[in-house]
């Protein structure tokens, strides 16, 4: 799934830029960070390319294995999640887990 989100990345550039970009020309890398809970993707080019945006009217340059940062997912402990909250003036109303208790769905209301 992660993949195609990033791949959908270029689709859109492709689209709403109106570039001559090739998607193909890509893949994707994911690494995760245990100590910080964070998850890095980026999409890699995979050879040299240049390509151009007509709506921008400007070209792009990558070289063969060159990464682009596309996303950051971070894994958040309860007491970050409670830390956040807090700290932005927020009360967290429920946090809903799912039965192997490995992700929440946390709601929030601003406390004014």
Known sequence: MTRAFNINLLERIRTELDTDLDPGNFDY?????AKTGEVRTHLVS???QTFTSRVLDKSF???G????FTEL???FTMEEIQSLASSLR??????LMDEQKYYTVSVWEKEY
């Open 90 to 95: 927020f009360k967290i109303l429920k946090n």
């Open 29 to 33: 890398c994911s690494r995760y960070n």
């Open 46 to 48: 995979l050879c040299p």
């Open 73 to 75: 997912s971070k894994k």
């Open 65 to 68: 294995g060159e990464r682009i």
């Open 61 to 63: 340059s990558l070289e």
